[in-house]
């Protein structure tokens, strides 16, 4: 059994952490990973190459005085995530939550009704998301800095 070491804080480093643990369980041939917490705080998950697009939309069509959140305008939990994670690096063991740990805020979700006014909207899917962030992170682990 890998066990996690806390709770995903902001979203980059949940899809590492959570890439890495359960790409290092299914690498030891672990029967099962324990998360931190019971999985059900909810998170935004962004890629970077839709925050790229919405910043340059914003460039060419937004001159307001107000700041613009960029987001997807979408939350999945935690458990969704790490399910969704675990399937894209293979790993077939157990998923368990431990709820002695903390779970962290219940929810982090952006209001993007001012982006989606300015007629932008997140245009790559959550499993898309995961797929091609956890492929860059494979590509990249020795270049990586713990």
């Known amino acids: 059994m890998l066990e996690t070491t806390s709770t995903p804080a902001p979203p ?5 952490h959570f890439s890495r643990s359960f790409g290092d369980a299914e690498a030891a041939g672990a029967a099962s990973v324990t998360n931190w917490g019971t999985g059900t705080p909810r998170r935004e998950f962004l890629h970077v190459d839709d925050m790229a697009s919405a910043c340059l939309h914003l460039l060419e069509h937004y001159d307001g005085p107000e700041q613009v959140n960029v987001g997807t305008g979408r ?4 458990r969704e995530i790490a399910e969704a994670i675990a399937e894209v690096v293979g790993f077939t063991g157990a998923t368990q939550w431990d ?3 903390p779970d962290g805020t219940p929810q982090k979700l952006l209001d993007v009704s001012k982006l989606a006014a300015a007629g932008w909207t997140s245009s790559i899917g959550l499993e898309d998301r995961l797929r091609s962030t956890v492929e860059w ?5 020795g270049a990586l800095r713990e």
């Open 137 to 141: 992170y494979r590509a990249q682990a």
């Open 99 to 101: 709820a002695s740990k």
């Open 75 to 78: 939350d999945v939990t935690i």
């Open 12 to 16: 980059l480093v949940s899809m590492r």
